[in-house]
Nanobody
Framework: VQLQASGGGLVQAGGSLRLSCAASGRTFSSYAMGWFRQAPGREREFVAA????????DYADSVKGRFTISRDNAKNTVYLQMSSLKPEDTAVYFC?????????????????WGKGTQVTVSS
């Protein structure tokens, strides 16, 4: 599975962005997907997870209620809708795929990674 994240950019605090992660390969629908982020000088951290069917989703406490993960298996795409953005959300965001679902992915859990997309939230 090859993954490509897009949709990042510069936004003011309180604004919204939608990230997309396009996957290649016919087996996308059999993978759970996750979003991670990495801010400068910090370790990569889990943001959100979604099961292969989309029926289960989970979020890091820091984004719960503000971010929504979803997927469209017909389009081989997973999304991260980000609202009420804060300066501390500034990071490079990565999508990743895993053969098994977890409510809290660790980086080492993931089987495939995409290149990140930069999100910058100005105050």
């Amino acid at each position: 599975v090859q993954l490509q994240a897009s949709g990042g950019g510069l936004v003011q605090a309180g604004g919204s962005l939608r990230l997309s992660c396009a996957a290649s390969g016919r087996t996308f629908s059999s993978y759970a997907m996750g979003w991670f982020r990495q801010a400068p000088g910090r370790e990569r951290e889990f943001v959100a997870a979604i099961s292969w069917s989309g029926g289960s989703t989970d979020y890091a406490d820091s984004v719960k209620g503000r971010f929504t993960i979803s997927r469209d298996n017909a389009k081989n795409t997973v999304y991260l809708q980000m609202s009420s953005l804060k300066p501390e959300d500034t990071a490079v965001y990565f999508c990743a795929a895993c053969r098994r679902y977890s409510s809290y992915f660790l980086s080492n859990d993931m089987d495939y990674w995409g290149k990140g997309t930069q999100v910058t939230v100005s105050s």
